[in-house]
């Protein structure tokens, strides 16, 4: 069955860092998301992406957040000069258009950690 | 706009004993409605989805749910817990746009004493 994967899994950086995170969605899908979950906390919707360009945004993705879909098969979520409150777990998610569900399908994620 | 309340933040119940897990939702648009489980430091795993079709879904490990549109619920149950589904729950609605995202309950912890 198609899944969708993230890479790294984990990854550590120190504050004021960039990084990038990796996601390769399910090959036939149009639509694409991140996620964050903080520690303990729920999942929250950071941003979503369709056609090339952002459909839409949560208050958490400020300035310091952009997405980019490369080539044809990866999504990455990049942060630019990460803060100790991004540690979080972020989800990478895919979404086709073909009914009767729409439903999104989750990658593991990638737990990162800012020290 | 859409939200989630899920009620009680940690249940407690004996291994054998019914488990119901509370959801509540609004939405403005007719909505999917989605369970998950988390296992500690892991993923998001779809339990089940209600997607317009039958109003009872069955999903898996014995999990279902109920969509009550006139009570805005979609509560989770189980007739016999296991020490298996230990683990956290989360509820989620998205609408039934193509672009919809997921919005999420803040979670249950679900304890299984034996």
């Known amino acids: 069955e198609p899944e969708v994967t993230q890479t790294p899994s984990h990854q550590v950086t120190q504050m004021g860092q960039e990084v990038i995170l990796r996601c390769v969605p399910i090959s036939n899908h149009l639509y694409f998301y991140w996620y964050r979950q903080i520690l303990g906390q729920k999942v929250e919707f950071l941003v979503s992406f369709y056609n090339n360009e952002i459909s839409e945004k949560s208050e958490i993705f400020d300035d310091q957040f952009s997405v980019e879909r490369p080539d044809g098969s990866n999504f990455t979520l990049k942060i630019r000069s990460t803060k100790l409150e991004d540690s979080a777990m972020y989800f990478c998610a895919s979404k086709g258009n073909r009914q009767p569900t729409y439903e999104q399908y989750f990658g593991p994620g990638t737990r990162l950690t800012v020290t | 706009a859409q939200s989630v309340t899920q009620l009680g933040s940690h249940v407690s119940v004996s291994e054998g004993a019914l488990v119901l897990l509370r959801c509540n939702y609004s939405?403005?648009?007719?909505?999917?409605l989605f369970w998950y489980v988390q296992y500690p430091n892991q993923g998001l795993q779809l339990l089940l989805k209600?997607?317009?079709?039958?109003?009872l879904v069955k999903g898996i490990n014995g999990f279902e749910a109920e969509f009550k549109k006139s009570e805005t619920s979609f509560h989770l149950t189980k007739p016999s817990a296991h020490m298996s589904d230990a683990a956290e729950y989360f509820c989620?609605?998205?609408?039934?746009?193509?672009?919809?995202?997921?919005?999420f309950g803040d979670g249950t912890t679900l304890t299984v004493k034996p």
């Open positions: 939405s403005s648009v007719p909505p999917y």
């Open positions: 209600y997607t317009s079709a039958a109003t």
């Open positions: 989620a609605v998205s609408d039934n746009t193509n672009a919809g995202k997921s919005t």
